[in-house]
């Protein structure tokens, strides 16, 4: 009597996976350590620096630094249309704008993930922040040159606040779509923050007007009184 077939051969039963595979996003080896290496993962293979985020905090502070290093650089940048204190200013104003940027919109970005499926800790959304933000300062340190050129051809602070300005919404839109990406992989459904998006760029905007001047020459106000970045934007286009 021929023995039927041993219930060992038969296919192994698939072990259940806690998260999703980072598939959304370009795979990638071991991430080096090199000075650039982080601004080379960000580029081409984020899914590196998000699994080396999930494991500890290192990545999040290399994140920082490199988010501070790129806006104190397109500050600098944006400083050299006055040149004088604005050198100093500009650059510091930035830094600080940026950073506040992502702490006052970490608490919304969990909230909406969460709404829409997701499983992930406030470290990881905010690694996934951290991670559109550095972003989007490579890619403002890659339009510096263009920038700077403008800065040289003319003498107007509208055309350069226009300019800086239309660097920065593309900026945003790229690095809001990498913490869309980086989400989803972390996660067993899509994450979708189409809703929160628009929030980010409107604080970002907001920002610009609040810490204003940052083009054009300083003057001797600390605190400027309360004023919508658009209501802004039209007073500034005779200057």
Request: charged content about 10%; overall charge positive.
């Amino acid at each position: 009597m021929n023995a039927q077939a041993s219930p060992m051969h038969a296919q192994p039963i698939a072990q259940p996976h806690a998260a999703r595979p980072l598939a959304e996003l370009p795979a990638g080896a071991t991430l080096d350590s090199g000075p650039f290496a982080l601004v080379e993962a960000l580029l081409k293979t984020p899914a590196a620096i998000l699994r080396e985020s999930r494991t500890g905090y290192g990545m999040i502070v290399r994140l920082s630094v490199i988010v501070g290093a790129t806006a104190s650089l397109v500050g600098f940048v944006m400083a050299l249309f006055s040149g004088g204190p604005q050198l100093l200013f500009v650059p510091l104003k930035v830094t600080l704008g940026v950073f506040c940027c992502a702490l006052l919109c970490l608490p919304s970005l969990h909230v909406f993930s969460c709404l829409s499926g997701a499983e992930q800790r406030v470290k990881d959304t905010f690694a996934a922040l951290l991670m559109g933000v550095a972003l989007m300062g490579v890619l403002l340190v890659g339009f510096a040159p263009i920038a700077w050129i403008f800065s040289q051809a003319t003498s107007s602070v509208a055309i350069m606040g226009g300019v800086h300005l239309a660097f920065l919404v593309i900026s945003c839109m790229l690095g809001l779509g990498l913490v869309n990406r980086a989400l989803t992989a972390m996660n067993r459904n899509p994450v979708r923050t189409r809703l929160w998006s628009p929030l980010f760029l409107l604080v970002v905007l907001q920002m610009t007007t609040t810490l204003r001047p940052l083009v054009g020459p300083a003057d001797d106000t600390f605190l400027h009184s309360r004023s919508f970045f658009l209501s802004h934007w039209v007073s500034s286009l005779g200057e």
